[in-house]
């Protein structure tokens, strides 16, 4: 049978990925950190037993968490990354000619060691536009001057262990503050098949606090929930409709995301469509 690596979604569901070999095993400050060799992804991040992300299908995650949102901004020069210590989120942002500023904020700075070593094509973290803040990024919001960034994308793991507090009402707030009226905030809402209340509670308070939050879906393999989903917010965009022409001039350089993938995502299923009116 050779040697396996799993993940246990509450209990209830276990994905199993066949291990080739063990890179990278390190008990945080914060948390268990590995990189393992997958015979079907690739080199993959787990944290605290969580698949966060792999060669394979990476792309899919950080192409959807960061495009909308960059391509609905007009002009996005100033953007702040909250986890993405993997550094997939930042190379996706730094694709946009537009950006003059990416911040990402990582509280674990082993996050970010073990995948400069072990997950290279993720990100070359050496952009002169880059800026890596190995910070607690609810503080580092509660911080952060009004209106000063033009998105803000939240890159957390699951609600559970240090990422508890990205997932509130409170940091939403803070997200809104240090935000620009014209700007947007995207950020992962869970898997909304296997984990209904969590995307509903975060998709509600997202909502409660910005004229404008869409869910939006789309797969990504590894989570192993069906579909997962992110939310964009803006107190003044509508990040459902993309200009055609800006999304097909930059979706050339992307594997997954194009104009026809940003409109139909926004499509939601008919059950969660109900549920979120209901609940
Ligand atoms: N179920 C795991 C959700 C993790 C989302 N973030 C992954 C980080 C990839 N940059």
Not at 9 to 14: A, E, F, I, L, T
Not at 174 to 181: D, F, M, N, S
Request: hydrophobic share 40%.
């Amino acid at each position: 049978m050779g040697l396996w690596y799993y993940e246990t979604y509450r209990g209830r569901v276990k994905l199993g990925l066949k291990v080739r070999r063990s890179l990278f095993t390190k008990q945080s400050d914060y948390q268990l950190v590995e990189v393992i060799e997958t015979e079907a992804y690739g080199k993959t991040l787990a944290i605290d037993g969580i698949y966060m992300t792999s060669e394979r299908d990476e792309h899919y995650y950080h192409e959807m968490l960061v495009h909308p949102a960059l391509t609905t901004v007009a002009n996005p020069e100033r953007v702040l990354i909250i986890g993405g210590g993997d550094g997939g989120t930042a190379r996706e942002v730094l694709r946009h000619d537009a950006v003059k500023k990416v911040q990402l904020v990582e509280i674990d700075q082993v996050v970010v060691d073990a995948c400069r070593a072990h997950l290279p094509d993720h990100f070359s973290w050496d952009d002169p536009r880059f800026e890596l803040i190995i910070a607690d990024g609810i503080q580092f919001l509660a911080d952060a001057a009004p209106d000063s960034y033009d998105v803000v994308l939240l890159d957390g793991s699951d609600p559970v262990g240090p990422a508890q507090g990205l997932f509130n009402r409170s940091f939403y707030e803070h997200v809104k503050r240090a935000l620009k009226p014209t700007g947007a905030f995207a950020l992962q809402s869970e898997g909304p098949i296997l984990m209904p209340d969590l995307f509903l509670d975060i998709v509600h308070t997202v909502r409660d606090l910005f004229a404008q939050a869409h869910p939006y879906f789309g797969p990504v393999p590894i989570y192993g929930a069906g579909i997962w989903s992110w939310t964009v917010a803006s107190e003044t965009l509508d990040a459902r409709t993309p200009d055609p022409d800006r999304v097909a001039r930059f979706a050339r350089a992307c594997k997954y995301y194009n104009c026809d993938i940003h409109r139909a995502a926004f499509a939601v299923p008919n059950d969660l469509a109900r549920a979120l009116v209901e609940n």
